[in-house]
């Protein structure tokens, strides 16, 4: 019989309700009946409690979060975070360890990564991407073994108020890391399209939307009064109501639900 996978889920949400954390339990939770493997799952609360796990998991899941990934810059908490990141990457670069170290980083984390390493400049939208919109793949994100199952474009919750824009690629040449995904083209806006997604290491993948939501927590979110008025002020109600229909549609975020986390959580546990 083989042991139970041990997963860590770091959590960046501050104490704040959210949607995420549910979700990401919900995906563990239907991978390990899936699979018929018994998981060892544990939860640090990083940003209050300034918990971050030790090396004994097999793979961990670093979320998204409120904030600006700007303003933590010297806090203790964020100390921490980049101690135990140090110490992933010594791991994974040690010939000796033949288990290597999976990490998957969501919108928040993605931000800090990419500030922290240099990747990309990290700065404020003009306005908040909430919603569901079309993600385009990039040639190495076609060979992505974790975006196997994702078309081009393919459909994902965004939802944040800061960008990863204007990567760095001496950068991403020296840490052998590859942009796999951007935002959908806009050309009536002068502004640049965000990174979405990030190959960082050979063990390390994230993303800038949020690949755990699900329709039914994102339904609940548009309907809340202050997210509904936020949509229509900025997009009109005709994008709102367009929203809450792509919800139920099984080949945009019901399908990047099913595939993206799942095909990360198979990959890292091999």
Same mark, same amino acid.
């Given at each position: ?20 954390m549910?979700c ?13 493997r $018994?998981?060892?799952?544990?939860e640090f ?18 979320s ?14 964020e ?26 980083f ?9 500030r922290?390493?240099q990747?990309?400049d ?12 079309p993600?385009?793949l990039?040639?190495d994100?076609?060979?992505?073994p974790?975006?196997?199952?994702? $078309?081009d474009?393919?459909y994902?919750?965004?939802?944040r ?18 942009l ?7 050309p ?5 399209? $965000? ?19 699900? $329709?039914?927590?994102?339904h ?10 936020a ?27 099913r ?12």
């Amino acid at each position: 019989m083989m042991d139970p996978l041990r997963i860590a889920i770091l959590d960046m949400y501050e104490g704040r309700p959210n949607q995420g954390m549910r979700c990401l339990r919900d995906l563990l939770g239907a991978f390990a009946k899936e699979q018929g493997r $018994a998981i060892e799952l544990r939860e640090f609360e990083v940003r209050l409690r300034k918990e971050v796990p030790d090396t004994s998991f097999d793979f961990y899941i670093s979320s998204g979060g409120p904030g600006s990934p700007l303003e933590s810059k010297g806090s203790v908490w964020e100390a921490a975070y980049f101690k135990w990141l140090g110490e992933m990457e010594a791991w994974n670069n040690d010939p000796a360890r033949k288990k290597k170290k999976f990490i998957f980083f969501i919108c928040h984390s993605f931000q800090l990564i990419c500030r922290h390493y240099q990747l990309a400049d990290v700065c404020p939208r003009k306005s908040t991407a909430f919603g569901v919109f079309p993600v385009h793949l990039l040639a190495d994100g076609k060979n992505e073994p974790v975006f196997t199952h994702l $078309a081009d474009p393919f459909y994902a919750v965004d939802s944040r108020d800061f960008q990863v824009v204007r990567p760095n690629l001496q950068v991403f040449m020296q840490r052998g890391a590859s942009l796999l995904c951007i935002e959908k083209e806009r050309p009536h806006v002068p502004y640049e399209r $965000a990174i979405m997604g990030i190959r960082f290491t050979p063990y390390w993948i994230g993303t800038q939307f949020h690949p755990e939501a699900d $329709a039914i927590g994102m339904h609940q979110y548009l309907q809340m009064e202050d997210k509904k008025q936020a949509v229509i002020a900025e997009h009109g109600e005709a994008k709102w109501q367009s929203m809450t229909e792509q919800l139920s549609d099984p080949d945009k975020i019901m399908w990047t639900y099913r595939h993206l986390l799942p095909d990360f959580f198979k990959w890292a546990s091999v």
